[in-house]
């Protein structure tokens, strides 16, 4: 799923410094899952903004809505009776949310409450860890399952590098080397030649690299499914 | 290992069957090639070839394709070092065709230190292709093909090296990618700074006994400690360094102002086991911000003179 953090309270209280009136717009989607843009979390934020605000003798009025989801123009339409009767409208989704927000209500203005972090999952009880980079061309398979280009810092293809120390990357003591994961488990299951190759240069243009990126599925685009 | 592959001075000593002894050079934190130009006196005639580093410890500095320019107008000769962080492939194949014309013939191929060490960790890295690949594209470009497979006018000639950490982890696995790189183009290896002779001792015999050493020279990586707290500082926060309690000791164990000469005196008993070494075939000295000390170590090592090619 998509992970996210929150942005501080002092960056939102910012953002919505000239709004006497605002909408907070939760959505159900990665960033329920992940407990940072669900409705309990809309309704966190909105008590914090509405203390602070009246604290600094300056009041806002908060509306509260959580849609099904903020990447799907079926559910941004929901707000369309009522979007401009803010000031300002401030979304807790990923950063797709906003800009979906933004396309469809060109009059709006849309703040992002969340830093959009990676694709990951939760390793422990309020724990997430990237596990891709969405880089277009899925090789996990050569590796064991264990991807070199979001996990290794460096996203070598041929690691582990010199900084690799007791199964810790050289960046931080709480990150994993993943090349020294993809070398044990290669040991163990007595396939370590798999690795004595030299790859085909990564050809980046199905990342980000490439531009914008889109995806068609043509048999939905034609109605046929 | 007889034909020549770039005609540089290293390949010709190493070629030959010398000892080789090379050194290094850090690029000024500015535009001074005075100062520059100061440090390479004092490796002048008593190296085969120095490295100059690029941006080392992901810190900013004059480019090494720039420094290395300027060594090679002095009539030295270079190592070119280039890591994968900076550069993206087009930058890559531009800086070794540029690094060609002005008289650099050999490069060493490495991933780089993360930035986040350095003094720009905000810094977006690159990480196009790993050292690994880099290898793989000098010897491509040398062959007279870019990465695309188009023909090259002129194909830069350059001798290859790569770099081999035998003390970081997994340590079993680290012969193997020796043997990678090896395999992906690598004509010569410069280690990391060796510290841990028992377990250096270890795997050359793992290279020797892969028959690694008759395929690539492999060059030992020697830093001369300048006293023990230097040596207690890389052992605690430079990552992929082994340094033994042993070494801190014995460093210990003589007076503060004497503790650089014990340094000198490791290093050059460290360099005589080398010449003896099976699979070894010369030593790289890394004088880090010490090059002064380089003539003396040459001469107490009894490297000198370096042979005339």
């Known amino acids: 799923m998509i992970v996210a953090d929150r942005k501080s309270l002092e960056e939102i209280l910012e953002m919505v ?203 939905l685009v034609q109605g046929n499914i | 290992m007889s034909e020549l592959k770039s005609g540089s001075n290293l390949e010709k000593v190493l070629n030959a069957g010398y000892f080789a002894f090379t050194g290094e050079c850090g690029p000024p934190k500015g535009a001074n090639v005075e100062h520059l130009t100061e440090k390479f006196k004092f490796l002048k005639g008593n190296v085969d070839a120095v490295n100059i580093t690029d941006n080392q410890t992901a810190v900013v500095r004059m480019s090494s394709l720039a420094a290395s320019a300027l060594l090679v107008q002095e009539g030295m000769e270079a190592n070119f070092q280039m890591v994968c962080r900076d550069r993206n492939r087009l930058a890559m194949m531009a800086d070794i065709l540029g690094a060609h014309a002005l008289g650099i013939r050999n490069m060493l191929c490495l991933s780089g230190d993360h930035q986040t060490f350095g003094n720009h960790p905000e810094a977006k890295n690159v990480h196009d292709i790993d050292s690994m690949q880099l290898i793989r594209l000098v010897k491509t470009m040398r062959e007279g093909k870019f990465m695309n497979g188009d023909d090259i006018d002129v194909p830069p000639k350059m001798f290859i090296g790569a770099a081999c950490n035998p003390f970081a982890d997994p340590y079993e696995y680290r012969v193997y990618r020796l043997a990678n790189k090896i395999e992906a183009g690598a004509d010569f290896i410069q280690t990391q700074c060796i510290f841990n002779m028992e377990k250096f001792r270890d795997f050359m015999k793992k290279v020797v006994d892969m028959g690694l050493h008759e395929k690539c020279y492999i060059l030992a990586g020697v830093t001369p400690m300048k006293n023990a707290g230097m040596a207690n500082f890389m052992s605690k926060f430079v990552p992929g360094m082994d340094i033994p309690d042993d070494l801190i000791k014995r460093l210990k164990s003589v007076d503060k102002r004497d503790q650089s000469e014990e340094g000198i005196k490791f290093a050059l008993e460290q360099i005589e086991e080398f010449k003896e070494m099976e699979g070894v075939a010369g030593v790289h000295l890394m004088a880090i911000e010490w090059e002064h000390k380089v003539p003396e170590i040459a001469e107490r090592a009894k490297v000198l003179p370096r042979p005339q090619m």
Not at chain 1, 50 to 63: Q, S, T
Not at chain 1, 136 to 144: A, L, Q, V
Not at chain 1, 196 to 213: C, L
């Open chain 1, 17 to 219: 410094a000239d709004c006497k009136k605002i909408l907070i717009v939760g959505c159900k989607g990665c960033v329920t899952v992940c407990n940072v843009g669900g409705i309990k979390e809309v309704e966190i934020l909105s008590s914090s903004l509405e203390i602070a605000r009246k604290k600094a003798g300056n009041d806002i009025e908060i509306e509260m809505k959580t849609l099904e989801r903020q990447c799907d123009n079926e559910y941004i339409e929901q707000l369309s009776e009522t979007v401009n009767d803010y000031d300002a409208v401030v979304s807790m989704a990923c950063g797709v949310g906003p800009q979906f927000l933004s396309e469809m209500y060109r009059d709006q203005k849309f703040f992002p409450a969340l830093n959009t972090t990676f694709f990951g999952g939760a390793t422990e009880h309020g724990v997430w860890e990237e596990r891709c980079a969405g880089c277009g061309t899925c090789i996990i398979h050569k590796y064991d399952g264990l991807c070199p280009i979001a996990r290794c810092a460096k996203s070598l293809l041929h690691g582990p590098c010199g900084g690799s120390s007791n199964s810790v990357c050289e960046i931080s003591k709480d990150t994993e080397c993943v090349w020294d994961l993809i070398v044990r488990k290669k040991m163990e299951q007595g396939r370590l030649e798999d690795l004595f190759i030299v790859n085909d240069f990564k050809d980046w243009r199905s990342a980000r690299d490439g531009g914008p990126r889109r995806s068609i599925r043509e048999e």
